[in-house]
C-alpha cells in the first residue's frame, strides 16, 4: 500500500510540474499579443525534488525497518503536506481570460495536491507499519534478531541453508 501511494505520489508531482500553472497574455511588441506560461517546475521549484523523494522514500521503505521506517514516514509525509501546498498556494478559480489554458493550469495543481496526499498517506502507512513489513536483509540478521520461521518446507532449506541435515533427529525422512 504505501510502496504503491509514494509511486502514485511521485508520478502526480512530476506530471504537475510538467504542466502550465499560469498564463496570461503579454504584449509582444511586433509580434503582437501572446501567450506567456510558466509550468508547475518553474512556479513551484519543490514539484520535481518532492517527488524525487518519494522515489527515494520507495527504496527507504524497502530497506528499512523498526524506528528508522517512522522517521522516514514522517519524512515523507511532512513532503506530501509541502506538496500539497505548493499545489494550493496562490491558486485561483476565477477571473480568467479568454484563451487561456484553464483546464491545464487547474489540474496541474489539482495533480500537485493529489500526490501530496498520496506521499502523505505513504508516509503515514509507514509510520503505522513500521515494525510489520518485511525489511531487506531480514533473512540475513543474527539468529537471536530473526523470526521463527514456521513454514515446515521453509524449515528444510533454512536447514539446509545451515549446513544441517534435516532429516536427522525426528525430522521427516522416509524408511
Known amino acids: ?26 504584449d ?6 501572446v501567450l506567456y506560461r510558466e509550468t508547475g517546475e518553474q512556479r513551484a521549484t519543490a514539484l520535481v525534488p518532492l517527488a524525487l523523494l518519494a522515489l527515494a522514500g520507495v527504496a527507504g521503505l524497502i530497506a528499512t525497518g523498526g524506528w ?15 506538496a500539497g501546498w ?16 484553464v483546464t491545464q493550469m487547474l489540474l496541474g495543481r ?5 500526490g501530496g496526499i498520496l506521499v502523505a498517506a ?17 533473512k540475513y540478521a543474527a539468529p537471536a ?7 515446515p518446507d521453509a524449515e528444510l532449506w533454512e536447514a539446509l541453508s545451515e549446513g544441517e541435515d534435516p532429516t536427522e533427529g ?3 525422512h522416509s524408511e
Request: aromatic share 6%; net charge positive.
Open 1 to 26: 500500500m504505501m510502496v504503491v501511494a509514494l509511486l502514485l505520489g511521485a508520478l502526480a508531482l512530476w506530471g504537475a510540474a510538467k504542466l502550465t500553472w499560469y498564463a496570461e497574455f503579454r
Open 122 to 138: 505513504g508516509g503515514l502507512a509507514a509510520i503505522k507499519g513500521a515494525g510489520r513489513g518485511a525489511r531487506l536483509g531480514a
Open 170 to 172: 525426528g525430522g521427516r
Open 68 to 82: 528508522a521506517r517512522r522517521v522516514l514516514g514522517a519524512v515523507l509525509a511532512l513532503a506530501g503536506v509541502a
Open 145 to 151: 534478531t530473526r523470526k521463527k520461521v514456521r513454514d
Open 28 to 33: 509582444g511588441g511586433v509580434r503582437g499579443t
Open 110 to 114: 489539482g495533480l500537485a495536491v493529489l
Open 86 to 101: 505548493a499545489g494550493v498556494a496562490g491558486a485561483r478559480f476565477t477571473g480568467w481570460a479568454d484563451g487561456l489554458p
